[in-house]
């Protein structure tokens, strides 16, 4: 049995990742991957489907006995990726899906080089303070500080292997499981299918 594909996946605050996500998922088969955070749960979020909400202690206890695959601070919260149920995903052949910040995607690249890394961006920063605003959950100073943290994010966008553009939805879609399907496809993934049929 093969592998599953580790889709990491980061963007802005605000570029609407979380619904181009969600969208993909109803026409593929992955593990959505569930980060951890210190940060307090907005409304309507459950703890263990959006995020495993812990205190700022556990979270580094668990960090600290190596229970995560990466973490990192994000405008004063911390975010990580319980790493057993990601390795039983993909050892099962189940591809796993993790939405995490650029500094953790930065940390996985390091150590999970075979995955696949994709960059969601706004159709431009002005588009993304308009988002951000119409959410209405955040103060100006805060929405201010989410645009030029975007800005710092979309620079690291060149480390990625993909970039999708989030515009007009149904496309951002479409081209972000284009990404997956081509990746399934790469020689380096079939090595085992050429060898059958080399092999008569």
């Known amino acids: 049995m093969s592998k599953g594909l580790l889709i990491v996946v980061?963007?802005?605050s605000g570029c609407g990742k979380g619904t181009l996500l969600e969208e993909a998922a109803k026409q593929t088969d992955f593990y959505y991957s569930?980060?951890?955070t210190t940060?307090?749960?907005?409304e309507g979020e459950k703890d263990g489907v959006n995020y495993h909400f812990l205190t700022?202690?556990?979270?580094m206890e668990i960090a600290d006995g190596g229970g995560m695959l990466e973490y990192a601070e994000y405008c004063g919260n911390l975010y990580g990726t319980p790493k057993k149920a990601v390795?039983?995903?993909?050892?099962?052949?189940?591809?796993v899906l993790l939405e995490i910040e650029v500094q953790g995607a930065l940390k996985v690249m390091e150590k999970c080089p075979e995955a696949v890394f994709i960059f969601i961006l706004p159709p431009?920063?002005?588009?993304?303070?308009?988002?951000?605003?119409?959410?209405?959950?955040?103060?100006?100073?805060v929405i201010a500080e989410r645009v030029s943290q975007a800005e710092r994010e979309i620079?690291?966008?060149?480390?990625?292997g993909y970039a999708v553009v989030n515009d007009?939805?149904?496309k951002a879609v479409g081209d972000f499981l284009a990404i997956i399907r081509g990746e399934k496809l790469a020689v380096k993934r079939n090595g085992e299918a050429i060898d059958r049929v080399m092999g008569g």
């Open 155 to 160: 620079k690291e966008a060149y480390k990625y």
């Open 10 to 12: 980061s963007a802005p």
């Open 124 to 141: 431009s920063l002005e588009t993304l303070r308009e988002r951000l605003e119409k959410r209405g959950t955040e103060s100006a100073e």
């Open 34 to 36: 569930v980060s951890a």
């Open 87 to 95: 390795d039983d995903m993909l050892a099962s052949g189940r591809d």
């Open 39 to 42: 940060r307090a749960p907005r």
């Open 168 to 170: 007009e939805l149904d």
């Open 56 to 59: 700022r202690e556990r979270f």
